[in-house]
């Protein structure tokens, strides 16, 4: 838990949602109690500078050209949120191939993941 974490020494991190809705009150709480604030995936690689440069070996940056595999699933996904499995079945590819793209464009701010858990562009 964030609690468990925080006691621990870890980093807590937390997303802010709308002040409206009774569905954020949790994340509102954790950034009131001392979680770091995120607003996107570059947010959480500054916290982590000490291994940032071995991180940006791995995780291309939001300017670098996508790979073809990347572009062919962000053009399989098209701009409405899509689920996973119809990516990878419009797409063709293995589901381990899959997650990686997804992981790889949603932290180079490619793509968002909803709460349901479907993917969109940003």
Do not use: W
């Not at 980093?11 to 709480?29: D, N, T």
């Not at 109690?33 to 570059?42: F, I, P, Q």
């Not at 947010?43 to 500078?49: A, D, S």
Request: with cysteine; hydrophobic share 40%; charged share 20%.
């Amino acid at each position: 838990t964030a609690r468990f974490a925080a006691d621990i020494g870890r980093e807590v991190f937390a997303i802010p949602g709308s002040i409206h809705s009774p569905l954020h009150k949790g994340c509102h709480q954790l950034i009131r109690s001392g979680a770091k604030l995120v607003e996107s995936a570059e947010h959480i690689l500054e916290e982590l500078q000490p291994t940032q440069p071995l991180l940006q070996n791995i995780i291309p940056a939001a300017t670098a050209p996508l790979s073809n595999a990347q572009q062919q699933l962000l053009d399989c996904m098209g701009y409405d949120p899509i689920s996973a499995d119809h990516i990878q079945l419009r797409s063709g590819l293995s589901t381990a191939q899959v997650g990686s793209l997804l992981v790889q464009l949603e932290l180079s701010d490619h793509i968002i993941q909803h709460k349901d858990g479907k993917y969109q562009r940003r």
